[in-house]
């Protein structure tokens, strides 16, 4: 059995590496369509950081992927593999659709404010500005 400094030494072990090929997948899909770069950015880390319960008391979590892994592969009939790989599924789906309504939201909120700087809605302060000069 692991000690507690034992668990915290392996997630932080972990988490470094997930952060690093984190940070190369950014390099490595910088060059494509920012709807596309995001949604694959952001699925990458649902995959790498979605905790999963390794036993049923919820003491010790493991990374989903790894336990999905794992059950499918030892316990008979899958165990609670499909039931973890459904719900990594679902948080991937609900993660990317918050990512695409955030990122319609940036583009038309402020990119729109920001290409059209002489728009009806100009502040007072503007318009008394060039009144006086």
Do not use: K
């Not at 988490?15 to 490595?28: D, K, N, T």
């Amino acid at each position: 059995m692991q000690t507690m400094s034992d668990y915290i030494m392996a997630w932080s072990i972990y988490l470094l590496s997930a952060v690093a090929v984190m940070s190369v997948f950014w390099r490595l899909t910088a060059g494509f369509w920012s709807w596309v770069s995001d949604a694959l950015r952001v699925m990458l880390a649902v995959v790498f950081l979605v905790p999963a319960s390794v036993d049923g008391t919820q003491e010790h979590l493991a990374p989903a992927l790894f336990v999905v892994v794992y059950e499918l592969l030892t316990a008979p009939e899958g165990g609670l593999g499909p039931l973890v790989g459904v719900r990594v599924l679902l948080i991937m789906g609900f993660s990317v659709a918050a990512c695409w309504l955030l990122r319609f939201l940036w583009s038309r909120l402020v990119v729109a404010r920001r290409s059209n700087p002489g728009r009806a809605d100009a502040t007072p302060q503007d318009s008394s500005r060039r009144a006086i000069s």
